[in-house]
């Protein structure tokens, strides 16, 4: 028999954060993070299969920092009139550096990121540009990190906020073996909903377990794991109304602008990104709400608490990809995927 999760709940909010906060890196996972939360091991194993029955969870495994790596990713945007949207999508989306592609209300209309290999990065953007034809194509990679922290849930059981992440200069590359990016390549994968998956990948991949452990601590602890973790489809948990929210700010501004807006439960992306006269805003942050009306209060908040006038909405209003990188999964001069 399945628990259905019951996410109205004290307790079943507090799990649902939790679970996407990230998971003990113990043997026993689920048995930790019950105890935290009042549950048992069971009851917390029945919650989670019930999270992907239902469709709420898109993956269990392990998000990396794509930097940290020695990839670099970008953040990209187009104007595509209406009717050639769709093909001008479809030209682009098969690449499997695109992780996600949207369409935004407003202009531009197109939105998408790419992630590669560091020296890939700009060849790879040349190369989708050309793809998507005669329309000029925005490069907007982030100048400094203020938050990432895909957490949904209630605001009134925010926990203390994910440290964070280091400005993408700070992060050094991590240099992996092999026998390492082998490790990379199944975590950014689906991990099974076990009692011990850690041991059970231990025994996958050749490793003890308690080996495998110290060295995903190891990771953690240099930025190059941020977390093993539940990634949700936020939609079905009600967050229907998405919007990217910009602003223009002032350089000498930025810094607390960036601070302050970080510090909100409802904003789980935050950027500062270059300006140009085509989109002249540089200070992003990414808002999800039940409502529109939710979330315009949310944008008014967020610019009355930085003393900041003038910002844009985009909402989101399709979603044609999203999906997690893949790392080391490029094809070498031979052909065969993974040479990294």
Sequence with gaps: MGMKTDLSSKQG????IALQRGIPLVRRPWAAMGQAVGMTETEVLLGVRDLFTRGVARRFGAVFDARSLGYESTLCAAGVPAGELEAAVARIVSNPG?????????????????????????PELERVTAALG??????????RKFKI???????????APLPRAPSPALLPVVPLAERERQIV????????????????LARELGYGATELLELLKRWEQDGVIRRIALVLRHRQLGFAANSMCVWAVAPDRMEAAGECMAQSPHV??????????AFPFNLYA????KTREEAVGIF???GSEAGLADGRMLWSAREFKKSSPVFFSEPSALGEPGSG
Excluded: K
């Design 185 to 200: 390549r199944r975590l950014q994968a689906s991990i099974e909903v076990t009692g011990d998956p850690f041991g059970l």
């Design 134 to 143: 005669a329309f000029d194509v925005l490069d907007l990679p982030a100048l």
């Design 13 to 16: 909010r507090a799990l649902l």
């Design 286 to 289: 990414m808002v999800h709400a």
């Design 300 to 302: 008014e908040q967020l």
């Design 98 to 122: 695109i992780t996600h592609c949207y369409e935004r209300e407003g202009h531009p209309n197109l939105w998408f990121t790419l992630t590669a290999i560091a020296e890939m990065l700009r």
């Design 149 to 159: 922290e895909a957490v949904f849930g209630s605001s009134e059981d925010s926990q």
């Design 268 to 277: 789980t992306h935050c950027y500062e990104r270059p300006s140009s006269v």
